[in-house]
């Protein structure tokens, strides 16, 4: 069975610019969730979809946001991207929700210049 | 106070040591995950725990819900398990996380 993808893997952007990021999730995995990696904050919640549905948002400015397709594909979005917006952005995928284990994608390492 | 505290944030042992990882989370947090992140980025979900202990190779994974706390253990640590170990917790569909502990294994 294939792993959660990420595309693109890396990504540079000056600021101003906006950026799309997308995951696809394990086959039958109807969750998938999203995360902020940066060396100051650690790991943080963007977000969670389930069946197309937003469930639960994290503490981010409305320049973030995101999407899930019928398939369970997802896509994320950050407009007029900041320097702070550096990260590595990891999406994951699980059956129903966070209870159960989350497979990782191998993340996009978003730079900002 | 954060709501999944971890502790040692860093580590360095000795090839073949015992080693113990320690986490404590606040309540309503339903689940307790142990994660492994290698340099360049991958996490890889090594335990989930609601009750009691699971063990997988050299790792054992224990939780006290009474006392809202978790410990990951690596018997006879070898170089290969240097790597960041994060708990998380799961609350209402998403996971909130520990600081992470750093741990380096000396051969």
């Known amino acids: 069975k294939a792993g959660v993808t990420q595309t693109p893997r890396y990504l540079i952007k000056t600021r101003g610019q906006q950026v799309t990021l997308s995951c696809s999730p394990i086959s039958g995995h109807r969750s998938v969730s999203w995360y902020q990696q940066t060396p100051g904050q650690g790991l943080q919640f963007l977000f969670e979809?389930?069946?197309?549905?937003?469930?639960n948002k994290g503490n981010f400015p409305g320049r973030f946001s995101g999407r899930q397709f019928s398939n369970s594909r997802s896509e994320m979005n950050v407009s007029t991207l900041e320097l702070g917006d550096s990260a590595l952005y990891l999406c994951?995928?699980?059956?129903?929700?966070?209870?159960?284990?989350?497979?990782f994608g191998p993340g996009t390492r978003l730079t900002v210049l | 106070k954060n709501e999944v505290e971890q502790s040692p944030q860093n580590l360095t042992a000795q090839e073949g040591e015992f080693i113990t990882i320690n986490c404590s989370y606040s309540?309503?947090?339903?689940?307790l995950h142990w994660l492994q992140q290698h340099p360049g980025g991958g996490i890889v979900s090594l335990f989930m725990?609601?009750?009691g202990k699971k063990k997988h190779g050299r790792l054992i994974a224990t939780i006290n819900i009474q006392e809202k706390h978790s410990s990951l253990h690596i018997t006879a640590s070898h170089p290969r398990d240097s790597a960041v170990y994060i708990c998380a917790g799961s609350r209402a569909y998403k996971y909130i996380f520990g600081t992470g502990t750093r741990l380096k294994v000396l051969a």
């Open positions: 994951a995928s699980s059956l129903t929700d966070s209870t159960d284990t989350q497979y």
């Open positions: 725990l609601s009750s």
């Open positions: 979809y389930f069946s197309e549905t937003q469930r």
């Open positions: 309540v309503g947090i339903s689940a």
